[in-house]
């Protein structure tokens, strides 16, 4: 079974500053996909970014960017220039690769970040 | 992107009441759905996964006699929490995948009073 660990239940941050979300994952998969999703306070999932494991590049998505080193199955997530829209709670998935329509998204706890002025 | 549809996106109800939440894909078609619940300030979890025509798959501990789902199209499921009880209160979110990627209905919360 796939687990996700998000170690930092909370983060804070300056306006324009940068910040980094830990996350660390567990699978015996050697082909996989993993997100990010931001949930502001109306609780809507947005996708943030996302990262194939086949991919030794790292995703980037504007002020978005991962760091994936899948030896060490960490993925973390910089958030460049930090807005005060970026408040919300960021959740790490995983999901199998493939065309299994049926494999659902696995998640870890959050961390939420708070950007101040 | 793709679009998820959630309704309603709040309803109350009375305990022992059945209260039915539909969940469609607006730009696409989903063969399978998933549907989660989320307590605040907590994660998602997992409940089941709605496969059009054809019965749900249920996480472990989901009891499926309560949480009845359907999906009887290849853009809609629907969850109905049957004889709610005030435990059953939380926030449900239904997803879908699109080209290897889960996109989110914006939710129901649901509380029984």
């Known amino acids: 079974a796939q687990t996700v660990t998000q170690s930092q239940p909370e983060m804070s941050v300056q306006e324009a500053e940068t910040v980094t979300l830990s996350c660390t994952y567990d699978?015996?998969?050697?082909?996989?996909?993993l997100f990010w999703y931001k949930q502001p306070p109306s609780r809507q999932m947005i996708l943030v970014i996302r990262?194939?494991?086949?991919?030794?590049q790292n995703a980037t998505e504007n002020r978005f960017s991962v760091n994936f080193q899948k030896a060490a199955k960490s993925f973390s997530l910089k958030i460049s220039d930090s807005q005060l829209g970026d408040t919300a709670m960021y959740f790490c998935?995983?999901?199998?690769?493939?065309?299994?329509?049926?494999?659902?998204?696995?998640f870890g706890k959050g961390t939420t970040l708070s950007v101040s002025s | 992107g793709a679009v998820v549809s959630q309704h309603p996106s709040w309803v109350i109800c009375k305990s022992g009441t059945s209260v039915k939440i539909e969940c469609r894909s607006l730009?696409?078609?989903?063969?399978?759905m998933f549907w989660y619940r989320q307590f605040p300030k907590q994660s998602l979890m997992l409940m089941a996964t709605?496969?059009?025509?054809?019965?749900?798959?249920?996480e472990q501990g989901v009891e499926k006699d309560k949480f009845l789902i359907n999906h009887a199209s290849l853009t809609l499921s629907t969850l109905t929490v049957t004889s709610a009880h005030p435990e059953d209160s939380s926030f449900y979110i239904c997803?879908?995948?699109?080209?290897?990627?889960?996109?989110f209905g914006p939710g129901t919360r649901l509380t029984v009073l």
């Open positions: 997803s879908a995948r699109r080209r290897d990627s889960g996109f």
């Open positions: 699978t015996s998969e050697n082909n996989y996909y």
């Open positions: 990262q194939e494991a086949y991919k030794q």
């Open positions: 998935a995983f999901m199998k690769h493939g065309s299994q329509a049926g494999t659902a998204l696995i």
């Open positions: 730009d696409f078609q989903a063969t399978t």
């Open positions: 709605s496969n059009e025509g054809s019965k749900a798959t249920y």
